[in-house]
């Protein structure tokens, strides 16, 4: 058996683990849980989603999503705003205040990844974001059902699945 520690996929799972470990601890210190910004990062991102898109988004249960953002309804950092076009749909936004907060909390994720990245060269950073991007292009494609790698260079079909892509459309 491999020596796991030197398989490229249990480095990359624990860096990201690790930096996760790290910014919550930073993050703790203003008042807000791993959820809540998750929460804020994605409606930031994405602002009006519906509450089952963020629930896919954050790869939660649609009432898990649900009762996040009824806390952060509570604390004034997000509303809920009816769908013009179909009342059954409601779109939640950050408030100004999220907004703040948000900012807040990115300036402590960029100081928790140069932390992180501070052993290495601005060439070898830009060198990493770059393969980084390379290989999430291909696990994007692959989770949208397009064949990757091996298999596009063989010309193989897309194998179907269930399920909804990363994008939110149904997956073939």
């Given amino acids: 058996m491999p020596n796991t520690d030197e398989?490229?996929?249990?480095v990359i799972s624990d860096v990201a683990r690790l930096l996760r470990t790290e910014f919550d601890r930073r993050v703790r210190r203003l008042g807000i849980t791993?959820?809540?910004?998750l929460v804020l990062t994605r409606l930031h991102r994405h602002p009006g989603a519906s509450l089952s898109e963020l629930a896919e988004m954050m790869e939660v249960e649609k009432a898990t999503a649900g009762r996040m953002i009824d806390r952060l309804v509570a604390n004034g950092w997000v509303a809920r705003r009816i769908q013009r076009d179909d009342r059954r749909v409601k779109r939640v936004f950050l408030t100004p205040e999220a907004e703040r907060?948000?900012?807040?909390?990115?300036?402590v994720a960029e100081a928790t990844v140069e932390d992180a990245l501070a052993g290495l060269s601005t060439r070898e950073s830009k060198q990493l974001m770059s393969l980084l991007q390379r290989v999430k292009k291909t696990l994007v494609t692959a989770v949208d059902g397009a064949p990757t790698g091996r298999a596009a260079a063989a010309g193989q079909k897309p194998v179907p699945r269930a399920g909804r892509g990363h994008n939110g459309k149904a997956a073939p």
């Fill in 7 to 10: 398989y490229i996929g249990v």
């Fill in 34 to 37: 791993r959820g809540q910004w």
């Fill in 101 to 107: 907060v948000h900012k807040r909390i990115w300036r």
